[in-house]
């Protein structure tokens, strides 16, 4: 029995994959980047809570928490949208729309905060733009309005 017959061909790449088109691939990866930030921040004002640092410890935990939780929908809408569901789209929008205030308000806080506020803002429009293109919409199977009945 040589080595060869012992084994198993390994299975073909997932046609998904191939399927995907770069930019949903970019889409997708934004959307994960800001369900990072969100985290980060939700981690960051649980440790502030604990620490005592801010001026009610309670308030920045139960933000911490909120935030964290917050998170988890731009995680399963970058999941769902690299496993090319269509429902995706819309958590992902969303989460890309939300975040545009929350740039306006940093970069006029002024401060350190205003790079912060131009990297979101960037995020989130880039984001927005991948979504709403037509390869994008498309691969996700997702029609334009008006079209359902023609087949």
Same mark, same amino acid.
């Given at each position: ?34 369900? +990072? ?14 620490? /005592?640092?801010?001026?009610?410890? !309670?308030?920045?935990?139960?933000? !911490? ?47 350190? +905060?205003?790079?912060? !506020? ?8 880039? /984001? ?24």
């Amino acid at each position: 029995m040589s080595s060869s017959e012992g084994t198993t061909p390994a299975p073909p790449a997932p046609v998904q994959a191939a399927a995907r088109p770069p930019r949903l691939t970019a889409a997708a990866a934004l959307t994960a980047l800001e369900a +990072l930030a969100l985290f980060a921040a939700g981690v960051y004002l649980l440790v502030a809570g604990a620490s /005592g640092a801010p001026d009610d410890p !309670g308030q920045a935990e139960a933000l !911490g928490v909120t935030v964290l939780v917050i998170g988890v929908l731009p995680l399963i809408a970058a999941r769902g949208l690299l496993r090319l569901r269509g429902w995706s789209r819309g958590p992902a929008m969303i989460t890309h729309i939300i975040a545009l205030p929350v740039a306006y308000t940093l970069m006029t806080s002024g401060g350190a +905060l205003v790079p912060v !506020g131009i990297a979101v803002a960037a995020v989130a429009i880039a /984001g927005l733009v991948l979504l709403v293109n037509a390869a994008t919409t498309e691969a996700l199977g997702i029609r334009p309005p008006g079209t359902r009945g023609e087949d």
